[in-house]
């Protein structure tokens, strides 16, 4: 068992090696997006350890993930792959979040109870909240688990989610991704006072935990998870994280933020600091980490190598699913 008493060897190491795939496969996007292959991406670097931990505490079988852009990890280990990324930010047909219709990381795969996401940042807190109704309806014991970023919590769709959960007690989790940025805008020019505490006014627990502590999460995610599902209704979890890349490839962060600041950033890397602390338990050693990176890299390879060769949408295909398939109307 670890240190804290919650989880084996061998989940932690699951837990480092979803957060190392996820920073490897990241650094990948972005390379191909400064090599001219991909037109855009966003970064999940500095999210991963919340991410990771979230994920451990759900039954991903059973359980409804909404997420938003970043959470690349999130879905790893919710059931996509690799590939799977691949081929949306290259806007391949077979890609499952949108057969290369939408913008890449707007994640949806009906295989793993993963919802499709839209442009318009907060519409999954509403699409949550849907779906947790519904499992109450169904009597089913599914939880929801919807995520987005500090500047998200400032839209009116939010707080409506949130209201409307609180009032009904929904089986659904709010986790908020603190990076301290929306965009360029920094969080003390954003929001007054801190995240958790509006959870107080819709009624729910709300809590504030180190989001470069995948175990710390973990263990609040349980909590939540386990309120959920005993009817004691939503948990609003804000985990503070890094930002350590651009808001995008658009971005360019140097505008905004100071080199201090960056390094200070860079200081609480979640992956390089959850591998010390393996290593300091004893449940890591470098040649170990020598075999997994070579392992990531080979299967980042060979997902890339099948991404780049499969067919591009058919242009025939365009209008599907954005209006009626009937026979055709002939005026006379």
């Given amino acids: 068992m670890s240190d804290e008493g919650l989880l084996t060897k061998e989940e932690l190491q699951q837990i480092y090696y979803f957060m190392l795939l996820g920073r490897k496969l990241d650094e990948l996007v972005w390379q191909l997006n400064r090599a001219g292959k991909v037109p855009f991406a966003v970064s999940c670097q500095g999210h991963e350890a919340a991410q ?98 500090d500047g998200s919590i400032n839209q009116g769709e939010w707080h409506e989610a949130c209201n409307f959960a609180g009032t009904h007690r929904l089986p659904v989790i709010f986790l908020v991704e603190n990076n301290g940025y929306a965009i360029s805008v920094p969080y003390t020019k954003q929001t007054g006072g801190q995240i958790f505490n509006r959870a107080i006014g819709y009624g729910f627990h709300g809590v504030q935990v180190d989001g470069t502590d995948p175990l710390a999460v973990y263990q609040e995610m349980r909590n939540a998870v386990q309120r959920a599902r005993t009817g004691e209704g939503p948990t609003l979890v804000e985990a503070k994280v890094p930002r350590l890349k651009p808001h995008s490839t658009d971005d360019d962060e140097r505008l905004y933020r100071g080199e201090q600041e960056l390094m200070q950033a860079r200081e609480l890397d979640p992956v390089l600091l959850f591998k010390k602390r393996l290593e300091g338990q004893g449940f890591w050693q470098e040649a170990e980490e020598q075999a997994l990176v070579a392992k990531i890299q080979l299967s980042l390879k060979e997902a890339l190598n099948y991404a780049e060769q499969a067919d591009a949408p058919d242009p025939n295909t365009i209008a599907k699913h954005l209006f009626a398939e009937s026979a055709a109307v002939t005026s006379k």
């Fill in 52 to 149: 990771a931990g979230t994920a451990l505490a759900f039954k991903r079988e059973l359980d409804w993930l909404c997420p938003y852009y970043r959470d690349l990890v999130l879905v790893l280990m919710w059931g996509q792959s690799p590939r799977d990324h691949l081929l949306s930010v290259l806007a391949k047909a077979e890609e499952p979040n949108s057969a290369g219709r939408q913008m890449p990381s707007h994640f949806g795969d009906r295989r793993y109870r993963i919802l499709s996401g839209s442009s318009p940042v907060a519409t999954q807190a509403s699409h949550a909240v849907g779906l947790a109704y519904a499992a109450r309806m169904k009597k089913s014991e599914a939880v929801v688990l919807t995520s987005c970023g």
